[in-house]
């Protein structure tokens, strides 16, 4: 093949997948608003697939079934709230105030609606406890473990199953989400959390 064949031909796949990505892109965002509008088991493939300006083939070319879309949603999310939870904990110094900032981060992203919905009342049911789960940990409560250990490294926590005290904290945070959209007061709600959490944690702090 000749030089300006094989640049053409290299330019010429570029585009396919950029348009390919481009597609996919489409197909998260009307399937994530439609999932957080509608719920997963309203929402059809068909209006998915009009709301992205696809096909049903396109739909197809990219996830298995509506599963498979909601799954990658999913993560998506989680994907943006570890971020945002990154963002708001290193803008603090000490690693104590990470973890703080952190938690009331992740607390604020469960508020908001499209998350609350697909993420937290659905997504557990629709994946499975098992999927679920492997999502969160490769998340939002891979940065949790990431600060819980980074306190140990530094000698402010004297615990050796860091893996547990992981989960137990997440599941803990995880449970006040749940509570937040419906608290009579979620402010008040939010503060003794956060007293439930120093006091777990203060117990384990070295003296």
Not at 2 to 19: C, F, H, P, V
Not at 110 to 118: D, G, K, M, N
Not at 191 to 198: C, E, G, V, Y
């Amino acid at each position: 093949m000749r030089q300006d064949e094989a640049e053409r031909t290299g330019i010429e796949r570029s585009r396919r997948d950029e348009n390919s990505e481009a597609t996919r892109q489409a197909l998260l965002s009307a399937g994530r608003e439609i999932f957080a509008r509608e719920g997963y088991q309203a929402a059809s493939m068909e209006a998915i697939s009009r709301a992205a300006r696809v096909t049903r083939g396109a739909f197809y070319h990219h996830f298995e079934d509506k599963k498979a879309l909601f799954d990658a949603v999913v993560v998506a999310m989680q994907i943006e709230a570890a971020d945002t939870i990154q963002q708001r904990a290193k803008a603090q110094r000490k690693i104590w105030d990470r973890l703080t900032a952190g938690i009331d981060a992740y607390l604020d992203v469960c508020l908001e609606p499209a998350y609350a919905r697909i993420v937290i009342q659905e997504a557990p049911a629709i994946l499975g406890g098992e999927r679920f789960q492997e999502i969160e940990e490769a998340h939002p409560m891979a940065l949790l473990g990431a600060t819980l250990n980074a306190l140990k490294r530094d000698g402010e926590i004297a615990f050796d199953d860091m893996g547990l005290l992981t989960r137990l904290l997440d599941a803990m945070i995880c449970k006040v989400a749940i509570m937040l959209p419906d608290a009579d007061d979620a402010k008040k709600l939010r503060r003794n959390a956060h007293k439930l959490f120093d006091g777990l944690l203060a117990n384990l702090r070295q003296k």
